[in-house]
């Protein structure tokens, strides 16, 4: 019983194409996160949303829309696909927004080509 | 946000303790400092994190200095399990859960 589930596990698609990632949690969380891990493994925050509110929006393009349809999913969406954007995408939850505990999903593997 | 500095690699044999520091001079006065760590092909894990006093879980204990310019995570007795990439992130404030994580230390546990 997974705590956060991500999907697709893996994406391959062509640059211009738009994308969804789609996160659930199933923890009671009211904290939801987008982190992105480059090819260098380096791991940015994207987006946070708390009880389906924006509360973090990091310098992402704005082809990248995160949408929180309750407080157990936070989907991401990405238009207009580059090469750049190609990267592991992981959703995280938390509790709420001022504890450090961070649950994350697998990845989605996203490559654009 | 706090910078830190860890060793790119260490190593260890199995059931040994292993000790990775983490030096985070700029820390602030509110930051906790949180551990994580990154399994081949999986998501971070939160591992243990802690404010001033030393702190002990199911999983490891963390040390932190008395002026918290470093802390170091130990694991009692490494498992192979336990080879991943270990990030020490400092982190606070109403912010706590935009986590900025670093390059960490990769860990390698010889049987």
């Known amino acids: 019983d997974t705590a956060v589930s991500q999907t697709p596990k893996y994406l391959v698609t062509q640059m211009g194409n738009d994308k969804s990632i789609k996160c659930e949690q199933n923890?009671?969380?009211?904290?939801m996160y987008w982190y992105k891990q480059d090819s260098k493994k380096f791991l940015k925050i994207m987006f946070s949303?708390?009880?389906?509110?924006?509360?973090i929006n990091e310098t992402v393009p704005n082809r990248f829309s995160p949408k929180s349809p309750d407080k157990a999913h936070l989907n991401l969406h990405i238009n207009s696909l580059e090469l750049g954007d190609s990267a592991v995408y992981f959703c995280?939850?938390?509790?709420?927004?001022?504890?450090?505990?961070?649950?994350f999903g697998e990845g989605s593997r996203l490559t654009v080509l | 946000d706090a910078k830190t500095t860890q060793p790119n690699s260490m190593e260890s044999n199995e059931e040994e303790p292993v000790h990775l520091p983490c030096n985070h001079s700029?820390?602030?006065?509110?930051?906790?400092i949180h551990w994580y760590r990154q399994l081949p092909s999986q998501g971070p894990e939160y591992v243990i994190h802690?404010?001033?006093s030393n702190v002990n879980n199911r999983m490891a204990s963390l040390a932190i200095a008395e002026d918290r310019k470093s802390s170091t995570l130990i694991l009692h007795r490494a498992t192979l399990r336990d080879a991943a990439v270990y990030y020490c992130?400092?982190?606070?404030?109403?912010?706590?859960?935009?986590?900025?994580f670093g390059q960490g230390t990769i860990l390698t546990v010889h049987p």
């Open positions: 992130i400092p982190a606070g404030g109403t912010s706590y859960g935009k986590l900025t």
């Open positions: 802690g404010l001033t």
């Open positions: 700029t820390i602030s006065g509110t930051d906790y």
């Open positions: 995280a939850s938390s509790h709420h927004s001022d504890t450090g505990e961070l649950f």
């Open positions: 949303y708390n009880n389906k509110e924006l509360i």
């Open positions: 923890l009671g969380h009211d904290t």
